[in-house]
């Protein structure tokens, strides 16, 4: 693996590239034009043989997928990845640093030793950064989301179990009036969880209601009975079936 930063280094002069001679005690002599004479050093000339192919594949660290568009410069070359991910340079046996760059991610750079005809391969990975970011709207910008319930009330005549239609229903602040099924929905109101009281009016009828938990869509049945009629006596008789009873 290649360090994760390395210090710049100053990119040499392109070397002089010839066949390596088989003898060697040699005189070389290279002419600019027909009359100038260019003396070339020893220690400029690079055989052609010394040369190293390197490969790099560069690569998103969280997909595993290849960078298409990175850029990679080494020794003053620079090259972009195709779409492997993949670069190729050739260059004499030495070591080099290199950098890699591309708009989405941050910039790396390392380094990589190159021996003499070696044929090097190397993965270099490129990982984003999370930003936190913060967006600003405005409240009539917001789609909200009704994340309370519905609840649904069935108000039926309790010896008929018949739908009473235009029964009035008071649950959290809201009304509604039964329809010929004798059933009042509120619904887009954001019923929260917990208990709830309601309480139901209907012409004939005596009052009902009581508190129901809400965790969840919820159907309630209401019966509703005539209220208690007074004899002669003035004593209210009902039966026992009319009796709604407690839980004690």
Do not use: C, R
């Amino acid at each position: 693996m290649f360090p994760k930063t390395m210090p710049q280094l100053m990119p040499k002069a392109k070397p002089v590239i010839l066949p390596k001679p088989d003898d060697e005690d040699f005189d070389l002599e290279l002419f600019k034009g027909e009359e100038s004479e260019v003396e070339v050093g020893v220690e400029d000339i690079v055989w052609e043989e010394a040369i190293a192919e390197l490969t790099l594949y560069v690569l998103d660290y969280t997909l595993d997928a290849p960078v298409e568009g990175a850029l990679v410069t080494i020794n003053g070359h620079s090259d972009t990845t195709d779409s492997d991910g993949k670069v190729v340079f050739d260059l004499p046996a030495a070591t080099y640093t290199y950098t890699v760059e591309h708009d989405d991610y941050p910039t790396i750079s390392g380094s990589v030793t190159l021996a003499m005809m070696e044929i090097a391969e190397y993965i270099i990975t490129l990982a984003k950064i999370a930003e936190d970011t913060e967006t600003s709207v405005s409240i009539e910008e917001i789609d909200w989301i009704d994340a309370g319930f519905d609840v649904e009330f069935t108000v039926q005549d309790d010896d008929t179990e018949v739908g009473i239609e235009g029964a009035v229903v008071t649950f959290l602040g809201e009304q509604e009036t039964t329809n010929s099924s004798g059933v009042a929905l509120f619904e887009n109101i954001g019923v929260p969880l917990g208990y709830h009281p309601f309480e139901v009016e209907a012409d004939g009828y005596t009052n009902q209601g009581w508190e129901i938990e809400v965790t969840e869509n919820k159907q309630i049945t209401v019966n509703m009975w005539p209220p208690a009629e007074a004899d002669e006596s003035g004593d209210i008789s009902i039966g026992i079936e009319s009796i709604l009873w407690l839980d004690a």
